[in-house]
């Protein structure tokens, strides 16, 4: 087996490992866990006997790093300058030196790809396999403590479970335009057919387990992905969506229904977990306002106001707990991969249709929770649209070569 045959095996299964990150926050180094010390070992394997290439990646990547060290800075400043306030406990900001390690795992699985379909789907996969094992023990939890296979999708957002539903959702929901991406690339691809078909269903289950969490969290990015199944599918075929989505809302959500219709009516007062989120972010805003240049330090944002929770968002976490600065600096990051997206592919063709579904899942779950920033498996995603995009656009110089030719 060559070194590059062992070192593209290392990567599948990190990712795949990687992709359960949400589910399994294994501290080994004070907040460095057992995902962060892979990556570093496979990055020093990696520039051992291949780092020429990653290196190269690393160069044309160079903005997205130098401004995520920026923002790691910012943090590192805003929690010395409040631990000698008196304001923060240092101990919680340990994690903000795993930011630059997200971005590096992003860049790595961009290597990795380069503007092959093939690894791109062997990415994909390993990244939806861990997901698919982490839904699947969550199943298997609840079947085995309920023993009512229906009762089974409600316990994943209860007792039995073992994550937070809105995780459930957030990753899931995050990682539908990898689907998409994949519904794409294979599409075009004759002898890829088998692979198209088995990854229908993997999306079903996907889709039905987002569903059974209750959360808007995953709810919204799903419905954005089945409309845009729905308009570039036959007729037929959106008849079969459409009445499978509708019959199996109903059958889920009947008795929220019924709560809605007598809200409207005015029999009951509704009890919406948005009052909550809404006065969360209020919070938010004030300790901004109060500390406007460098936050009040990461992670103390329940510790400063005395509440056992955190933003739900994490634009405004960022706002509070870094501060003006952190907040510019988060967001330079996220517009500059964005950016390298979006080169050379037509914001209005239909190969957009995936970063900008993207874009828009990423800023929905952002502001509804503080997942996407914070995991693994999210960064993982980055680079599977980020690698999709590097893969059309050579595609239309190779075509534009042609035809000039």
């Known amino acids: 087996m060559s070194k590059f045959d062992l070192r593209e095996i290392l990567l599948l299964v990190y990712i795949f490992f990687a992709s359960m990150s949400f589910h399994s926050p294994y501290l080994v180094i004070g907040k460095l866990t057992l995902f962060d010390i ?13 780092g020429q290439k990653l290196l190269k990646q690393f160069l ?11 923002f790691t800075l910012i943090l590192f400043i805003s929690m010395v300058v409040n631990s000698l306030r008196g304001i923060s406990n240092p101990a919680r900001a340990i994690s903000i030196v795993r930011y630059p390690l997200f971005v590096t795992l992003m860049i790595v699985i961009v290597d990795y790809v380069g503007y092959s379909t093939k690894k791109l789907i062997l990415a994909s996969f390993a990244y939806i396999a861990g997901l698919c094992l982490v839904y699947y023990h969550e199943w298997i939890s609840a079947l085995y403590i309920t023993k009512d296979f229906f009762d089974a999708a409600i316990p994943i957002v209860g007792k039995s479970s073992m994550i937070n539903k809105n995780n459930i959702a957030a990753i899931g929901g995050l990682s ?12 075009e691809k004759a002898h890829y057919k088998k692979i198209y078909f ?3 269903p993997i999306f079903i289950y996907i889709s039905i387990t987002i569903l059974f969490t209750h959360s808007k969290t995953g709810w919204i990015p799903l419905f954005l992905v089945l409309s845009v199944l729905f308009f570039i599918s036959s007729l037929k075929n959106k008849m079969v969506m459409a009445g499978i989505f509708l019959l ?32 969360l972010k209020q919070q938010a805003l004030d300790a901004f306002t ?49 950016h390298y997206m979006f080169r050379k592919i037509h914001i209005f063709s239909k190969e957009a249709i995936v970063p900008m579904l993207f874009i ?19 960064w ?22 042609q035809i000039s030719g």
């Open 38 to 50: 892979l990556l570093i070992c496979y990055l020093l394997f990696t520039l051992t006997f291949n």
């Open 290 to 338: 109060a500390h406007p240049i460098l936050g009040i330090g990461w992670g103390s944002f329940d510790e400063f106001l005395n509440v056992a929770d955190n933003p739900h968002d994490i634009n405004m976490q960022i706002l509070a707990e870094g501060g003006i600065l952190a907040f510019v600096a988060y967001f330079s990051v996220l517009f500059i991969i964005w």
């Open 248 to 279: 199996g809302y109903w059958l889920i959500e009947k008795d929220k229904i019924f709560l809605w219709i007598d809200v409207i009516l005015g029999k009951i007062k509704s009890e919406s977990s948005w009052e909550s989120r809404i006065f």
């Open 60 to 70: 044309i990547y160079k903005p997205i790093f130098q401004l995520t060290l920026i």
């Open 198 to 200: 088995l990854i229908i």
């Open 176 to 187: 539908l335009p990898v689907f998409l991406s994949l519904f794409y690339v294979l599409k």
């Open 360 to 378: 828009a899942i990423y800023m929905i779950i952002s502001t509804a929770s503080g997942i996407p920033f914070t995991f693994h498996s999210s």
């Open 380 to 401: 993982v995603v980055f680079g599977l649209i980020l690698s999709y995009c590097n893969i059309i656009r050579k595609k239309k110089e190779y075509v534009e070569v």
